[in-house]
């Protein structure tokens, strides 16, 4: 922003220009633009950001101006822009029935100007217009179809979906439990240094036999990988579209991993080592895995920041000299080996009557393939994250950067659509990680602290008929993970759309106000976010949080009073003790399982009471090995232990007198 220079943070901010004229004019921009001007934080305080917050993200959306004085104008401009158009860039048929206008402002057409309507099949279906917009003959079948005006004045489309009110629901009625975890932590003594697609079947084999029919892993999507800087997370994937290598099953060849933590590094080795040589067969390589793959080659040869790169490569042109060929084949021959293993897997577990769980991270790395492939559609010097609460009194980095609401539109939601579609297609359930995104993130300007972003809305509506649309397409149940500050109308959406929230018992089966999960919520005891139990109980993380700058010290004594009270609480109401931990985590997962929840997901590692989280949001890798410990069992013991397999079988045993006593409600 030439000739701005931005003010530092301020403890009260009052506004610091002495022109209100041109405060007002900025904040109505950024409303123009869905931009929060107020908002309230997860510690309940009532925030107006900064005008240097508020001109950064205006920007990021597009906005033209560079200093509060510019809003007026850039206000004027965008306001014409709009005017300009005659078409809604999206519209939702819900069911098949427009419930809106296609147009902006409709007025009567040109004698010259056409409208065509066109199905995703390619087909054409009969449209007039009126005064009141257009009018199609009959309901709409599911799909992205488009809507095309052509006239003197040019061309416009507007994408039209098709959507099924309600997402994807299995027939019958039933109350039914599975297991969750780590991929990479489920190592059995026949895998290598992390658990592969192997042990995952095996797992799902397992919980089959004890009457589950779910086993939910954390996203198995690609990460980086390498000596120098390796990002374990699976919710940071170098791509939304792809699936990580480290997952392949390599047989039982290979020497089972040391003690230690899981290295993704090593992980690495093992699969390069196991694929040397192979070269990906031309004829089956489509072209987004083709341009994904040659992405991947020019890192290895360019460096891992595409944003340094030589200026045509950056902007997509990549000569071969630019491309590692032989890093280009490993990932061409390790995303078709996966693929081909994953569908071997899907039918066996179809046999098994197993479902596999699969979650959608809500973004990308930043220096991954689809920032790089797509740049028009990420906001430059954003990051996501979450304003300050109890947990993170600082506020959050998320490391990733946000998708800009108007670009997505433009294309029809294609990107979230098929990053909603690659993984829903394998699921059998799909958990939506921060469903709250749908409606509104959390963005962060480059070189400001975390509690000086502001909030951006996206469309809610359209982004929910995506959804909708992919679930019934892959026959895929969907979870929306809503916890923490969350909109009313996220809840309303998600209860519209049939769609189950999450219930974690560390956080909700306490205190006088104690309740059990309800019809339309997903039971946990808690989540890879959260403590496991026994870790919960015992207040592992509260001294984690503050050797990581997470709690301040002066607070930790408050904390752990908090959590030993908390403690109680849930051992009182399940009439338990918490000097006999192994019955408290009985009697919390029979009260889960006679609940009227849904689906019951106890975390694994919970069954033989691991105390060691397997993350601490909020503290990266250099800090703590998050995703890196493996789990305390391997997979063999697990399943040979009469104790695990008496709790799971008390759990499918409360299940089943849970479903004796069903009423009208189903779900996932």
């Known amino acids: 922003m030439e000739g701005y220079v931005p003010s530092p943070p301020r403890a009260v901010r009052d506004p610091p220009y002495a022109c209100m004229r041109e405060l007002d004019a900025l904040h109505a921009l950024a409303v123009a633009m869905g931009v929060h001007t107020r908002y309230t934080d997860g510690l309940l305080r009532d925030v107006e950001p900064s005008p240097d917050t508020l001109i950064q993200v205006c920007t990021a959306l597009g906005a033209p101006l560079d200093r509060p004085a510019d809003a007026e104008d850039a206000l004027r401009r965008i306001e014409a822009r709009r005017a300009e158009r005659r078409l809604r860039p999206v519209a939702v048929a819900w069911d098949g029935v427009l419930a809106e206008s296609l147009f902006v402002q409709p007025r009567p057409l040109g004698g010259d100007e056409v409208v065509e309507l066109i199905l995703e099949d390619g ?38 979906l ?107 080795a093992e699969v390069r080592a196991a694929l040397a040589g192979v070269q990906a067969p031309v ?63 899907r039918v066996r577990l179809d046999d098994w009557g197993v479902r596999l769980g699969l979650d959608l991270a809500v973004g990308a790395h930043p220096d991954g393939y689809d920032t790089w492939s797509r740049q ?15 947990g993170f009194p600082s506020g959050q980095d998320w490391g990733f950067s946000p998708v800009l609401p108007d670009a997505s539109r433009s294309e029809g939601h294609r990107y979230i659509s098929a990053s909603i579609a690659h993984q829903a297609s394998l699921a059998g359930m799909l958990r939506v990680d921060h469903v709250m995104a749908f409606n509104r993130l959390y963005w962060i300007p480059h070189g400001m602290s975390l509690d000086e972003g502001t909030y951006v809305d996206y469309p809610m509506e359209e982004l929910f008929a995506v959804l909708t649309l992919e679930s019934e397409r892959c026959r895929c149940e969907v979870v929306g993970e809503n916890l923490g500050t969350v909109p009313a109308a996220v809840d309303d959406a ?175």
């Open 494 to 668: 998600l209860e519209r759309h049939g769609i189950a929230g999450m219930y974690l018992a560390l956080f909700e089966a306490r205190g006088a106000e104690a309740r059990p999960p309800g019809e339309g919520e997903v039971a946990l005891i808690g989540t890879h976010d959260t403590p496991t139990l026994a870790g919960w109980v015992a207040g592992a993380d509260i001294g984690e949080r503050v050797r990581c700058g997470l709690l301040d010290p002066s607070a930790e004594k408050a904390e752990r009073e908090n959590r030993e009270g908390a403690a109680a609480s849930l051992a009182e109401l399940l009439g338990g003790s918490l000097d006999d931990l192994g019955d408290l985590l009985d009697r919390l997962l029979g009260w889960l399982g006679r609940s009227e929840s849904p689906l019951v997901i106890p975390w694994l590692e919970d069954l033989w009471l691991e105390s060691e989280q397997v993350n601490l949001p909020g503290t990266r890798s250099s800090e703590r090995p998050n995703w890196q410990r493996p789990m305390a069992r391997v997979l063999d013991e697990a399943i040979a232990d009469p104790v695990v397999a008496q709790r799971l079988e008390r759990l499918a045993d409360a299940r089943a007198r849970a479903s004796s006593s069903l009423g009208s409600g189903a779900g996932p």
């Open 283 to 345: 004829g089956a390589i489509d072209a987004e895995l083709a341009a994904y793959a040659r992405f991947r080659g020019a890192q290895k040869r360019l460096g891992r920041d595409w944003r340094r790169w030589p200026a045509a490569a950056r902007r997509g042109g990549l000569r071969s000299e630019d491309v590692d060929q032989e890093e280009e084949w490993f990932h061409q021959a390790a995303q078709l080996r996966v693929r081909e293993q994953l569908a071997g897997l």
């Open 376 to 390: 028009d559609l990420f906001a430059p010097g954003m990051s996501v994250g979450a304003p300050p609460d109890p």
């Open 123 to 160: 087909t054409s279906r009969l449209a007039t217009v009126g005064h009141d917009g257009v009018r199609i003959s009959g309901a709409l079948p599911s799909g992205v179809h488009e809507l095309r005006l052509q006239g003197r004045e040019g061309k416009e489309r507007c994408i039209v």
């Open 162 to 268: 098709s959507a099924p009110t309600r997402a994807f629901r299995r027939p019958g009625e039933r109350r039914s439990w599975g297991v969750g975890t780590h991929l990479a932590a489920l190592r059995s003594r026949r895998s290598r240094s992390v658990g592969d697609l192997g042990d995952l079947e095996r797992a799902c084999e397992w919980i089959s036999g004890l009457g589950g029919d779910l086993v939910t892993a954390l996203p198995l999507l690609p990460t980086f990988n390498e000596v120098e800087d390796p990002e374990p997370s699976p919710y940071s994937p170098v791509s939304r579209l792809f699936w990580s290598e480290l997952i392949l099953d390599l047989g039982e060849h290979h020497r089972p991993a040391a003690a230690g933590p899981l290295e993704v590094t090593r992980a690495d």
